[in-house]
Antibody, heavy 119, light 111 residues
Framework: QVQLVESGGGLVKPGGSLRLSCAASGFTFSDYYMSWIRQAPGKGLEWVSYISSSSSYTNYADSVKGRFTISRDNAKNSLYLQMNSLRAEDTAVYYC????????????WGQGTLVTVSS | QSALTQPRSVSGSPGQSVTISCTGTSSDVGGYNYVSWYQQHPGKAPKLMIYDVSKRPSGVPDRFSGSKSGNTASLTISGLQAEDEADYYCCSYAGSYTFGVFGGGTKLTVL
């Protein structure tokens, strides 16, 4: 069955960096677009970034553009999110999600990893 | 402020029907037939319930249905059950630049 397992979250100071990972299994990872979506404590969902199946296309929400970088390694069935210049407002649970047809439709989600930005 | 507008809360008794609205603009909900709905129980990851406005993934009960009129999409849950109590989020494709926009979420309470 499809499984997505995030890791790499934790406590980081403002201005710091963190790299999230998402290990995928149960499907042909290289066939799918993937996204990162976040949820601040007690708040709603916010799409963060997507990457195409072959890494040819990426896109970012304005709130993270220039600070976050999405990447993937299809040989390792893994998705990554490099987060730099972190701010308090980046505090959230970060989910990786599999996309359906690159149409902002997410059919499988991981359990999430919590990123806390605080001094 | 969320890009798509949802009611903060709705409620209904077991067996009843409830409808949750999701209002956007012609640049998102009204411009594409790529509206999806997600159910989220506390402490859990979201689960896809409806995609492409009205399609149900395998395993989702047919009590859940979706529709769209103009810039407003709707999720209807009929025959409410206790386990339907959760937060519900809509999401719409908004073009290759903005990509995906979510609603602020609606808390469904089963009385």
């Amino acid at each position: 069955q499809v499984q997505l397992v995030e890791s790499g979250g934790g406590l980081v100071k403002p201005g710091g960096s963190l790299r999230l990972s998402c290990a995928a299994s149960g499907f042909t990872f290289s066939d799918y677009y993937m996204s990162w979506i976040r949820q601040a404590p007690g708040k709603g969902l916010e799409w963060v970034s997507y990457i195409s199946s072959s890494s040819s296309y990426t896109n970012y929400a304005d709130s993270v553009k220039g600070r976050f970088t999405i990447s993937r390694d299809n040989a390792k069935n893994s998705l990554y999110l490099q987060m730099n210049s972190l701010r308090a407002e980046d505090t959230a649970v970060y989910y990786c999600a599999r996309e359906v047809a690159a149409a902002a439709t997410f059919d499988y989600w991981g359990q999430g990893t919590l990123v806390t930005v605080s001094s | 402020q969320s890009a798509l507008t949802q009611p903060r809360s709705v409620s209904g008794s077991p067996g009843q029907s409830v409808t949750i609205s999701c209002t956007g603009t012609s640049s998102d909900v009204g411009g594409y037939n790529y509206v999806s709905w997600y159910q989220q129980h506390p402490g859990k990851a979201p689960k896809l319930m409806i995609y492409d406005v009205s399609k149900r993934p395998s395993g989702v009960p047919d009590r859940f249905s979706g529709s769209k009129s103009g810039n407003t999409a709707s999720l209807t849950i009929s025959g409410l059950q206790a386990e339907d109590e959760a937060d519900y989020y809509c999401c719409s494709y908004a073009g290759s630049y903005t990509f995906g926009v979510f609603g602020g979420g609606t808390k469904l309470t089963v009385l």
